[in-house]
């Protein structure tokens, strides 16, 4: 099966409650483990590309024909969505024009009017292309410069005016923060997760910073309405744990332990025994490409 829009496996999410996991994607690596990992639970799954990374493999181009790649060479046949994660306005254009199958336009650090105007240009251009699109609303918190700012809340007044647009899924914040969770976190408001819910009718809601939020959190959060979760952080910890693992029990010095298939090999499997769990045991779409 090609590359596919995710709006109908999120719809599909949403009427089941579950969530497709949105696993962001580094390298080849990443890549491979990744689409193995779903294609062995059987679970639809969407490639979650940030422009930095999109920059650090080269570009939108090659992204689109790397992924479009390994997908085939490995007879992937769950669906699988490529999708930017938190695309300006200029990079939703550009990984339109280059074949990704969904894109996020976030503009959130615009004046709300802003967002709104090209919220509502983005979501007319992807859906004339047949691409399935994400906008968010409020920002995320997270890590910056060492400096951890707390996750925001949302307004459920501006969610539902952007969901009202016709987005396919919509991310708002609800104190969830990306990179890792600081020691004091408060969790995550399920209070304004319903009233944004109650707000926007019922518009599947995409959970970032799904990285290291308790279980019992994700699966209520997804009971009550989100059918996207995205990991990034929890994956890149699994990898780095792994290779230190390797290298420091001296296995790359080994016969020929230092050749990069080898090397990267415990990495890349760590992060294929983690996409498994996550979607069998917190997200529940397991099986869903049935
Ligand atoms: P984490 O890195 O916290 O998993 O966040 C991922 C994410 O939300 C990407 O948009």
């Not at 009427?15 to 962001?24: K, S, T, V």
């Not at 199958?101 to 967002?115: A, K």
């Not at 709104?116 to 004339?128: C, D, G, Q, R, T």
């Amino acid at each position: 099966m090609a590359l596919v829009s995710a709006t109908e496996m999120i719809n599909k999410a949403h009427e089941g409650h579950y969530a497709i996991g949105a696993f962001n994607i580094n390298n080849m690596e990443w890549i491979k483990a990744i689409l193995l990992g779903c294609e062995a639970k059987k679970a639809p799954v969407m490639l979650g590309v940030s422009e930095g990374a999109a920059k650090y493999m080269c570009g939108f181009d090659n992204v689109v024909a790397m992924v479009k790649g390994i997908h085939d060479s490995l007879g992937i046949t769950v669906p699988v969505a490529l999708h930017l994660d938190h695309g300006s306005y200029e990079g939703a254009k550009a990984a339109i024009a280059a074949g990704f199958t969904s894109v996020m336009f976030d503009g959130s650090h615009y004046p709300f009017e802003e967002n709104l105007a090209k919220s509502k240009e983005m979501i007319e251009l992807a859906h004339s292309k047949g691409l399935s699109i994400e906008c968010e609303v409020g920002g995320i918190g997270g890590e910056e410069d060492g400096v951890v700012s707390a996750g925001e809340l949302a307004d459920p007044e501006e969610c539902k005016t952007i969901a009202d647009l016709g987005v396919d899924f919509l991310a708002a914040g609800i104190g969830n923060i990306h990179g890792k969770y600081p020691e004091n976190w408060a969790g995550l408001s399920f209070d304004r997760l319903a009233e944004i819910k109650a707000s926007t009718n019922g518009k599947p809601l995409v959970l970032h910073g799904g990285s290291g939020i308790p279980e019992e959190q994700v699966k209520k959060a997804i009971n009550l309405g989100v059918s996207k979760v995205n990991v990034n952080t929890e994956l890149q910890l699994e990898f780095a744990a792994a290779t230190r693992k390797y290298i420091e029990a001296g296995k790359d010095q080994e016969g020929k332990g230092y050749d990069p298939r080898k090397l990267l090999k415990a990495g890349t499997d760590a992060i294929q025994a983690k996409v498994e769990d996550m979607v069998e045991n917190y997200f529940g779409c397991a099986g869903k490409a049935e």
